[in-house]
Each structure stands twice: as structure tokens, then as C-alpha cells.
Nanobody, 127 residues
């Protein structure tokens, strides 16, 4: 059974950094496209970063370009989201997900057939 577990969220001040982790069991990231998403209260879920590790293609949402970066550790079967220069508007629950394909449009990053999701980790940025 495929399971994703996010961790690393917390409370941070504006301008601070956090690194989120997403550990996968029951599969390997190379078999999927991968995405980080977030959902703030009262807002729709939005794609933060979507990528294919085997193809080495990475897409970032406009609000986070230049501040967030994805990395991976194949030995640990874990992907990371390094978040720098955090802003209050980054406050949300962050999820990782696995899909089949990337769905990229101007102003939108997403996954096709995102069928596996983690439970999410809360990120709160104080002003």
C-alpha cells in the first residue's frame, strides 16, 4: 500500500525558513509524478511544486518561484520542500501527492490523476 507522510511543518516568523519532508512507503517516487500542494483556510488547494524526478523537470507555482525548492533523497525514499523567505500568505496545510503526469498551465501547476495524498503538515508564518 502506498503511503505518504509529510513532516516538518511548524510556526515560523516572516522571512524564516522551513524544510518539509515527504516520506514514501509502498512505492518509489520514480514511478510517479510528484507534487507539493497547499490549502489555506477558505481557499482552494493550489499547486506549489510539481515535478518528475526521472525526467528532472520541476515546475513551481508563481507565488513561490525563487523562494521554494524541491530536493530528494532516493536512499530515504523522501522528497523535500525547502521554503525560504516565508511570508504570512504561505500559511497553509501542505500536502505531497503522487500522480501520473504533470498538468502545467500559465499560473497553474498540478498533477494528472493525483491518486495518493499524504495527511498534510501545517505551516504557519507569523507577521
Amino acid at each position: 500500500e502506498v503511503q505518504l507522510v509529510e513532516s516538518g511543518g511548524g510556526l515560523v516568523q516572516t522571512g524564516g525558513s522551513l524544510r518539509l519532508s515527504c516520506a514514501l512507503s509502498g512505492g518509489t517516487f520514480d514511478d510517479y509524478t510528484v507534487g507539493w500542494f497547499r490549502q489555506a483556510p477558505g481557499k482552494e488547494r493550489e499547486g506549489v511544486a510539481c515535478f518528475s524526478l526521472p525526467d528532472r523537470v520541476f515546475y513551481y507555482g508563481d507565488p513561490v518561484k525563487g523562494r521554494f525548492a524541491v530536493s530528494s533523497d532516493h536512499a530515504k525514499n523522501t522528497v523535500y520542500l525547502q521554503m525560504n523567505s516565508l511570508k504570512p500568505e504561505d500559511t497553509a496545510v501542505y500536502y505531497c501527492a503522487l500522480g501520473y503526469g504533470l498538468h502545467i498551465e500559465p499560473g497553474l501547476v498540478g498533477l494528472n490523476d493525483a491518486r495518493h495524498w499524504g495527511q498534510g503538515t501545517q505551516v504557519t508564518v507569523s507577521s
